[in-house]
């Protein structure tokens, strides 16, 4: 079936340096990709999205790829704080039993240290 | 306003307990779900209300029952949960479902352990 994956279960990245999240999807009918952070204990918080007529998105801080050719999905965050520290989730908008719903990855923790 | 509130925050129950839980959005969204979400997964979806009518039920027990009173309150009623129910589970909104609009809005949550 469908499913959204991510390559790295963990990342470690020092304060100020750029972050690169990745994730793999597998559904080629999906139109839309959807980028949440969650912090411990709290509920996912939408960070950017992106349709699959666009390659690249920028919000503040953060750019989206698109690479529909390998089905990659990323999150970059520019200047990484602590405060980035979290988990991310990629999810994805396709048809799946018969409706358009949210598919979502694994997750990836972000740790940032000082 | 984009917050999508949820009450209790935490909840305990046993097995033989009625509960509900309580989700609340004023963003004018005509989309609702809940999701449970257990430790270091990601969310699952539980149920889809759309235009206060129930689209989706994702094969959820009937321990669950969910119930959307007007455009802006979605509850969910349990009982006789077990063990294996407790989780965190996850109200969201959307403008509308379907339709090529999927951002979703997600609210805190709340804890539940089942005891």
């Known amino acids: 079936g469908e499913s959204v994956g991510l390559h790295l279960p963990t990342l470690s990245v020092q304060e100020g340096d750029n972050s690169i999240i990745n994730c793999a999807y597998s559904?080629?009918?999906?139109?839309?990709f959807i980028w949440y952070k969650q912090e411990s204990g709290k509920g996912p918080q939408f960070i950017i999205d992106?349709?699959?007529?666009?390659d690249k998105r920028q919000g503040q801080r953060v750019t989206v790829l698109l690479n529909k050719t390998v089905k990659h999905l990323s999150l970059q965050i520019a200047a990484t704080q602590p405060g980035d520290s979290a988990v991310y989730f990629c999810?994805?908008?396709?048809?799946?039993?018969?409706?358009?719903?949210?598919?979502f990855g694994a997750g990836t923790r972000l740790a940032v240290h000082p | 306003d984009t917050e999508v509130t949820q009450t209790p925050k935490h909840l305990v129950m046993g097995m033989t307990n009625k509960k509900s839980l309580k989700c609340e959005q004023h963003?004018?969204?005509?989309?609702m779900y809940w999701y449970k979400q257990k430790a270091k997964k990601p969310p699952e979806l539980m149920f889809v209300?759309?235009?206060?009518?129930?689209?989706i039920n994702e094969s959820v027990p009937s321990r669950f029952s969910p119930e959307c009173p007007n455009s802006s309150l979605l509850n969910l009623h349990l009982h006789a949960l077990q063990p294996e129910d407790s989780a965190l589970y996850l109200c969201?909104?959307?403008?509308?479902f379907g339709g090529g609009s999927y951002e979703q809005y997600f609210g805190p949550g709340t804890r539940l352990t089942v005891t």
């Open positions: 209300y759309s235009y206060e009518k129930l689209s």
């Open positions: 559904n080629s009918a999906s139109d839309y």
């Open positions: 969201a909104s959307s403008p509308r």
């Open positions: 963003m004018g969204h005509r989309a």
């Open positions: 992106i349709r699959s007529n666009m």
């Open positions: 999810a994805e908008g396709a048809l799946s039993g018969g409706y358009n719903k949210l598919i």
